[in-house]
């Protein structure tokens, strides 16, 4: 059973004190939410909230005129720990937060909520943000889509990446017609410039390593539609499934790591198939040209201008513009991490996270999602392991197996323990070491080699034995039947 | 504080917002090139061996690990000489056997099967470990048998296999090398070598890479060799090369009917239109040399752009050069089909023979002993030179050293310099290195006795009947040239005399690999184990049968009867017998 616990700071600036809190500032409550999964699964989740009223120096922080200046301000004098909230409640008539907006969610771990409509009022906005910023439902089930039974789980969740100790993510460039267009992209300064704030950001959770590479003649595997109005050809959404597998032979494996591939794939079309648009279910062009496919990446679709003049020389020089790639690449590495930023209320008002492209926040939302799925996919690992020592009672079990195995359950017991008070960045550590000693218990090739001789086998082999041996047992057998049968009958005759 | 940090992250944001830096337009300087080539050379016997090489030069250190933007070089190969610590990998895949002595010496000869020879790096600390990881990714990447390299089959060659590329120590602790000889090539392994061509086979000389065509031919090698080259002459930085070969002998004599007369099409059923767009140079290479001091014998259609005279291997070459990339060629017809017809039909007498040339066959008879014996051929008329030869045996040949014999000329030939490591069973195979003096004009005989091993039941390998493969021994000399040769630019010389760094003008280097033996070991009957099983499980199936009948059975007198049919029977023999009945 696990517990998570998120540990939320309410504080009350002056004059947003609600009438009808329970007892005076400060104190403390707590509330539990249970999530849960399937029949034998669900996960309980505790906001143990620590209510009280702001300091002087938090006062002069949020004494200035945007939310922004207040969020940047307040933020040395907060708990930075990982998992850990701070809301401040700020006046109803404060204007500090825009009209029309309640809620401002910061760019670390804080947020700004106007008081106004009572407590009852007050806890449900506050229950929404701690969730937007923690986890949700939804982002739980996600986590462990493997045990959420069929079909109650949207496509949606099913799209994020699997939880890996490492992700290597990769840009390919596809050229398909190099004799017509010599296209250059200076992808090692837009990793340093959009990707690399981002994967830095995301190094505590997994390791990233980012590589890139040009080819030539791969072609798509579906021929576009030619639209006479537009003078421009399509890709319908229904024909996008199709496109992918061709182009993946070329772009190699990565043989030299475990790790799962991010592919981005950018799609300069060849002269006689350009412009090239990729158009939605609904028939209408997709205004970023481009679309993800959940749990391998994306593809984007890069036109070339045509020439103003015919006569130009061939091949056609092209830069492309990496800011407008990189844009619609990191959108979808968000995606692919199960970080979009849609199904939020109108009076929310989110912080864009910046250069580095993620929230302190949006850190712990991933961070909170992966600790649950290592701690399922440990339990499952760790099952079929037993579930395989069962089926197999010869098999042979190291020592250093069994001490992954130990070290594992330990792991894991410790990723619950943190997680139950609130120590998300140790509990997903201890979870990570789990994942791995379980891997390795579970993968270990000593495991393999006795799995090769079943019993059925064996008995084969000795049925030479066994059924000239069985012959004058079952004879007598049989003689046995006969004569009991006869003395059955014999009482009768001699009466 | 925080004020600052605001201002700095504001900073931050425009300076993501505002474009890069100045980048240079269309003119930018391309830090990789591409050259793609192919040699055709008619053989004295008549077959025509065609050579493809593509070579990719990346002026970057992969070796640091922060290069990880490709595009011309193969990110797989990138990665892997990254991660591993690579410093030189040469990988040949081979089905057939060049034969040296009639159809001269090879520009790339490879032994038949698979060989991979690497240096790795100083810092590379477990090279074992490396190795092991390397030969199963590239066994990944080829779909080749190479995760079947371990140490029963890797040596440490300490004088064969020098660095080709630059290289600033050679201690061969760091070098590895390996042949499997019972691999077996074919388009498995060639679909994904011309997938690591920039151009794959879509456009430049690699269109002519029909599977079919390839396979239909007397040897077939294909190579991958990646090494650190000079950037400049200065040499003061590294480029890494990486040329991929493809070797091919057609029997065009026997497959067009006794004529010696070739073109493009009929080999290969297919011509060129274009070069790669991506390649620097794209050209043709035909060798037109006249064989004797005679006028030339063939001619060469459509008309060559132009004529390159090199001294190759010894020998003064004329070649017919067709640059795909300029503009005159495709001009009059669409496609090229070089064609190449004999005026007269050659004399094969007047072949030449290589100055060196080997050979090796097992001797012996039984199957308990043998012999392993190798001739070295120097039929240069006045020059003697020394030649290194590798020997690499699997541990189940014992071999005896002491009846290793160099015998040249009627006379003991003591090797200048040996170095042998016995076999450790199950572990390490033989490697018997010998630098030996070749006498002008002489035959070198080397012999060395064996034993087989017994092998346990589960070691023979699927079909042991026919044998196991003894791989290829390698010989490698500086053969004296009876032309002087001068010194050439390795960026401007054609692509197959560049691989091999040429010491001065007087010799060239020869790498030659003998034939592959296949020996006989005692093979059990395999499915003795099962018949042992079933004949004596009933032996003791029936003993156990009549013991359990003498257990069970109740044994009671019988009256004495009519008798049973075999008392019916005697009785009537004793009728006819007029004997008293029983």
Request: with cysteine.
């Amino acid at each position: 059973q696990v517990q998570l616990v998120v540990p939320v700071a309410v504080v009350f600036s002056p004059g947003s004190v609600p009438g009808d809190l329970p007892s005076p500032l400060p104190f403390r409550d707590v509330q539990e939410m249970e999530i849960s999964v399937n029949l034998r699964t669900s996960v309980t989740s505790r906001y143990e909230m620590a209510y009280q009223g702001t300091t002087a120096q938090e006062e002069a922080a949020m004494a200035v005129t945007t939310a922004r200046e207040a969020d940047a301000a307040l933020r040395p004098l907060q708990d930075v720990s990982m998992g850990s909230l701070t809301m401040y409640v700020v006046p109803e008539n404060s204007s500090l937060l825009p009209q029309g907006t309640s809620v401002y969610v910061g760019r670390h771990r804080s947020a700004l909520v106007r008081a106004g409509g009572g407590l009852a009022a007050l806890h449900a906005r506050l229950r929404q943000v701690t969730q937007v910023m923690s986890f949700t439902a939804t982002s739980i089930a996600a986590a462990l889509s493997d045990r959420v039974p069929d079909g109650r789980l949207s496509p949606d969740a099913r799209r994020s990446l699997k939880s890996s100790l490492g992700y290597e993510i990769t840009f390919s460039l596809l050229n398909p017609d190099p004799k017509s267009h010599a296209v250059d992209w200076d992808i090692e300064g837009a990793v340093n410039r959009y990707v690399k704030p981002v994967l830095d950001k995301l190094s505590l959770v997994a390791n990233f390593s980012v590589d890139s590479q040009i080819l030539y003649y791969a072609v798509l595997g579906v021929t576009p539609r030619y639209d006479k109005e537009s003078s421009s050809f399509l890709l319908s959404a229904h024909s996008l499934p199709h496109v992918i597998n061709p182009v993946e032979a070329r772009l190699g494996s990565s043989a030299a790591s475990l790790y799962p591939v991010l592919n981005f794939l950018l799609y300069v079309p060849e002269r006689s198939h350009s412009p090239l648009y990729i158009q939605d279910k609904d028939g209408a062009p997709v205004s970023t040209n481009a679309f993800h496919s959940p749990r391998w990446g994306g593809i984007m679709v890069y036109n070339v201008e045509a020439p103003a003049s015919p006569q130009a020389s061939l091949p056609l020089q092209v830069d492309v513009d990496m800011a407008r790639v990189m844009e619609v690449f990191l959108a979808q590495l968000r995606l692919l991490f199960g970080l979009s930023r849609e199904e939020l209320p109108p009076e929310f008002l989110l912080e864009s996270p910046g250069n580095e492209g993620l929230a302190d926040w949006e850190l712990d939302h991933l961070l909170w999602a992966h600790t649950v799925e290592n701690i399922a996919t440990v339990s499952t690992t760790l099952t079929s392991l037993a579930q395989l020592l069962d089926k197999i009672g010869n098999i042979v079990i190291k020592d250093d197996v069994a001490s992954e195995v130990y070290r594992a359950v330990a792991s894991v017991q410790s990723a619950m323990a943190k997680l139950a008070v609130g120590h998300l960045h140790s509990a997903f550590q201890a979870s990570k070491e789990a994942v791995t000693s379980s891997e390795r218990a579970f993968f270990d090739p000593s495991l393999l080699h006795l799995l090769y001789f079943p019993d059925d086998q064996k008995f084969a082999i000795y049925i030479p034995l066994f059924l000239p041996m069985a012959v004058p047992i079952l004879l007598s057998l049989a003689k046995i039947v006969r004569e009991t049968r006869q003395r059955k009958k014999e009482p009768t005759k001699m009466d | 504080r925080a004020g600052m940090a605001a201002a700095l992250l504001l900073l931050l944001l425009l300076l993501a917002a505002c474009p890069g830096p100045g980048r240079a337009g269309a003119g930018r300087e391309r830090r990789d090139t591409l050259r793609e080539e192919l040699l055709l050379s008619p053989l004295p016997t008549g077959d025509v061996a065609a050579t493809f090489q593509f070579r990719t030069r990346w002026d970057a250190d992969l070796q640091r690990g922060a290069v990880s933007h490709y595009r011309l070089f193969p990110k797989a190969l990138g990665r892997l000489v990254a991660a591993l610590g690579v410093r030189e990998l040469h990988l040949a895949l081979t089905q057939g056997f060049w034969r040296t002595r009639v159809w001269g010496q090879p520009p790339l000869q490879a032994p038949a099967g698979a060989e991979l020879w690497v240096w790795f790096q100083p810092a590379v600390t477990d090279v074992d470990k490396a190795w092991k990881e390397l030969s199963n990714i590239l066994s990944g990447i080829f779909c080749a048998s190479l995760n079947f390299i371990d140490s029963t089959n890797t040596v440490i060659p300490t004088a064969s296999f020098k660095p080709l590329g630059l290289a600033n120590g050679t201690d061969h602790h760091l070098l590895r090398y390996a042949v499997l000889p019972r691999e077996v090539v074919c388009t498995e392994n060639l679909t994904p070598w011309k997938k690591l061509l920039p151009c794959g086979s879509k456009a430049g000389l690699a269109v002519l890479l029909k599977a079919e065509r390839l396979f239909h031919s007397s040897y077939h090698s294909q190579a991958v060799h990646i090494r650190p080259v000079c950037r400049d002459a200065s040499c003061m930085a590294v480029s890494w090369e990486l040329r991929q070969t493809l070797t091919v002998v057609f029997d065009v004599f026997s497959s067009g009917q006794g004529k010696k007369d070739w073109s493009l099409f009929k080999m290969f059923s297919r011509t060129l239109t274009d070069a790669c767009p991506l390649a620097s140079q794209s050209k043709v290479y035909v060798d037109i040399s006249p064989k004797n001091k005679e006028k030339e014998l063939l001619e060469v259609t459509p008309p060559p752009t132009s004529v390159h005279e090199a001294v190759v291997q010894g020998d003064k070459k004329t070649y017919a050069v067709y640059d795909l990339l300029s503009p005159l060629l495709f001009n009059t017809s669409r496609s090229l089909n070089v064609q190449l017809k004999w005026k007269r039909p050659q004399d094969s007498s007047e072949m030449p023979i290589p100055v060196l040339h080997a050979q090796r066959y097992v001797g012996g008879y039984g199957l308990q002993t043998g012999e392993i014996c190798t001739l070295i051929y120097n039929t240069h008329p006045y020059r003697a030179f020394p030649v290194i030869l590798l020997e690499t045996v699997p541990w189940y040949l014992r071999l005896y050293v002491h009846t290793l014999t160099i015998i040249t000329k009627g006379k003991e030939n003591k090797p200048s310099y040996i170095h042998y490591q016995p076999a450790q069973d199950r572990r390490r195979p033989h490697l018997l290195e010998m630098l030996i003096q070749l006498p002008a004009n002489s035959v070198t005989k080397i012999t060395i006795q064996f034993e087989r091993a017994l092998l346990k039941w589960t070691e023979y390998p699927p079909d042991p009947n026919h044998g196991f493969y003894v791989g290829s021994s390698v010989l490698s000399a500086l053969v004296p040239s009876v032309i002087p040769m001068k010194d050439v630019d390795v960026e401007q010389s054609p692509l197959f005399t560049s691989l091999f760094p040429s010491s001065d003008g007087s010799s060239y280097f020869v790498r030659l690999y003998t034939e592959p033996l296949l020996v006989n070991l005692p093979t059990p009957d395999f499915s003795m184990p099962y018949n042992v099983i079933c004949l004596t499980c009933t032996v003791v199936a029936v003993c156990y049968g009549s013991f359990y009948n003498l257990l069970t059975r109740t044994f009671h007198v019988e009256e004495p009867s009519r008798g049973g049919l075999a008392k019916r029977l005697a009785n009537v023999i004793r009728k006819l017998r007029g004997v008293p009945l029983l």
